[in-house]
T-cell receptor
Framework: KNEVEQSPQNLTAQEGEFITINCSYS?????LHWLQQHPGGGIVSLFM?????KKHGRLIATINIQEKHSSLHITASHPRDSAVYIC????????????WGAGTKLIIKP | DAGVTQSPTHLIKTRGQQVTLRCSPK?????VSWYQQALGQGPQFIFQ???????QRGNFPDRFSGHQFPNYSSELNVNALLLGDSALYLC????????????FGQGTRLTVV
């Protein structure tokens, strides 16, 4: 079993829909990261959070430390949101590397 | 601020050759981590450099080596290339501890033929 599990693996939605991507992890963490990877490879850090909720524009990330679960929400989705969204955690017993989820491929159709 | 820059962006090498990939971290960042991402998979941690030393290493053979320079830039070297080394190589920079926000480069797409 992977230490970081994301769902769904693939998601196709219509423009304007509310999107939710989930991440569950099985290790103790000091922080959880949501990242976005566009075709071609470049990775952009969206959020780093260790508790509660963060919002940036149309993106919202929440984390429940007790349940070891995080969600990434996109409101009023747009075709330019199409990308792979990756959840990664910083394990609390190691400051040196991230443990990555497999990613969620999101396609937003116009 | 140019952020994290990697070079080259694309590279084609022949099996058995050696390759050097380069990374310049975001201004002010002193820690560089390298990841290998095979097609359709999540990134795999290769190693991290801090203060010009390899601080931690993932499950990669000794053919993978690196270096960090006094200006914090870093190189990833891969010797005796195998077809399976074909991947996107990502560099991430941060401030010392990985649980500060990491910034990623665009990656170097390496193809081994």
């Amino acid at each position: 079993k992977n230490e970081v599990e994301q769902s769904p693996q693939n998601l196709t939605a219509q423009e304007g829909e509310f999107i939710t991507i989930n991440c569950s992890y099985s290790v103790g963490i000091s922080a959880l990261h949501w990242l976005q990877q566009h075709p071609g490879g470049g990775i952009v850090s969206l959020f780093m959070l260790s508790s509660g909720k963060k919002k940036h524009g149309r993106l919202i990330a929440t984390i429940n430390i007790q349940e070891k679960h995080s969600s990434l929400h996109i409101t009023a989705s747009h075709p330019r949101d199409s990308a792979v969204y990756i959840c990664a955690v910083s394990p609390s017993d190691s400051n040196y590397q991230l443990i990555w989820g497999a990613g969620t491929k999101l396609i937003i159709k116009p | 601020d140019a952020g994290v820059t990697q070079s080259p962006t694309h590279l084609i090498k022949t099996r058995g050759q050696q390759v050097t990939l380069r990374c310049s971290p975001k201004s002010g960042h002193d820690t560089v981590s390298w990841y290998q991402q095979a097609l359709g998979q999540g990134p795999q941690f290769i190693f991290q450099y801090y203060e010009e030393e390899e601080r931690q290493r993932g499950n990669f053979p000794d053919r993978f080596s690196g270096h960090q320079f006094p200006n914090y830039s870093s190189e990833l070297n891969v010797n005796a290339l195998l077809l399976g080394d074909s991947a996107l190589y990502l560099c991430a920079s941060s401030l010392e501890l990985i649980d500060t926000e990491a910034f990623f480069g665009q990656g170097t797409r390496l193809t081994v033929v």
